[in-house]
């Protein structure tokens, strides 16, 4: 379910909008399965201007039958790897993130999610000199220790500026938001942005579960639908920008003892590969950065694949 919103595509007015959620016309799949000559009449608006843009949203939103030879290809001219700093978790990675998909990292409070956003972050825009869009949904992000791990890499003052210039940084703490600023992203490609930078080659989003979370559960299915839309402008991005999406989510206790990721059955699907941090103290000992790090799906790798990861490793 894609909401209209003003400029989703040419002619998609803000006025064309208010009047077409008067008639309870809201979304994308309601205005193609629509009948337009009643619409014209009820909202008082061109027939010409509703059919083009009817057309334009069913050439967007409809499916066309590709063979296989030509995703194949595509992929061999699209895809790149960006490595995350840490050897440990390329090794399990199959080398590092993979443009045109969405990584996901799982586990609990302290599991140091974001310790390696940040790393990742420092490692993409120093090391590769390329732009990542990093966005904060917890208010996690320290930019002393992103500094930190920038300085660690180079000396330079001048680098050190150039390499906090390539991470765009975006706060936001509810699910409206955070779509506002995925579809952004998606219609100018980072572009706009990122003046004078080069293009975004990554994006960070730390963490899903904190905009998501309090609204699934229960019989809130706009509460799933919205999450579906974020999954859906997720991938988007990831496809038609050609950049790698890293997503953070929260894990909890299944019933076993075990412990999974969060949001439900439906996120599951959503990224290409997920990785379970945990950490590796046992009860009262002292705290180090040391964290098992556990491949739970992939398309490339034998799941259950297990790494040792040390936080440091971008320091």
């Given amino acids: 379910m894609v909401l209209l919103k003003e400029g989703g595509c040419p002619g998609l007015t803000a006025d064309l909008v208010a009047s077409l959620r008067t008639q309870g016309i809201r979304t994308v799949e309601d205005l193609v399965s629509s009948d337009v000559e009643e619409l014209v009449q009820k909202c008082s608006v061109s027939y010409k201007a509703l059919v083009a843009v009817r057309r334009v949203l069913l050439a967007q939103h409809t499916a066309f039958p590709l063979s296989g030879a030509h995703l194949y290809e595509e992929l061999l001219s699209s895809t790149a790897i960006l490595s995350t700093g840490c050897a440990s978790l390329d090794k399990l990675l199959d080398t590092g993130l993979y443009t045109g998909e969405v990584t996901e990292l799982a586990g609990g409070p302290g599991s140091g999610k974001t310790q390696v956003c940040l790393g990742v972050a420092a490692s993409i825009s120093c090391d590769l000199k390329q732009s990542v869009v990093y966005i904060d949904t917890t208010g996690g992000l320290s930019a002393s220790r992103l500094l930190q791990m920038v300085q660690s890499k180079t000396r330079s003052a001048e680098e050190q500026m150039q390499a906090l210039q390539r991470v765009l940084v975006t706060r936001v703490f509810n699910v409206f938001s955070l779509l506002e600023t995925l579809h952004g992203l998606r219609c100018t490609g980072g572009q ?124």
């Avoid at 960070?204 to 999954?231: C, F, N, P, R, Y």
């Avoid at 999406?245 to 059955?265: C, E, I, K, M």
Wanted: net charge positive.
């Fill in 192 to 315: 706009q942005a990122l003046e004078g930078s080069r293009a975004v080659r990554a994006v960070v989003l730390d963490s899903a579960t904190a905009v998501l979370s309090h609204i699934l559960g229960g019989k809130q299915t706009e509460g799933m639908s919205l999450m579906m839309q974020v999954a859906g402008e997720l991938r988007t991005i990831a496809k038609d920008l050609g950049v790698a999406v890293l997503v953070t989510n929260h894990a909890t206790q299944d019933g076993g003892g075990g412990v999974r990721a969060g949001l439900g059955r439906s996120w599951s699907h959503v990224p290409r590969t997920r990785v379970l941090l945990q950490r590796t103290e046992r009860p009262g000992a002292r705290p180090s950065g040391r964290r098992s790090a556990t491949l739970v799906k992939s398309s490339r790798q034998p799941t259950q694949l297990r790494q040792e990861l040390d936080l440091s490793a971008w320091t």
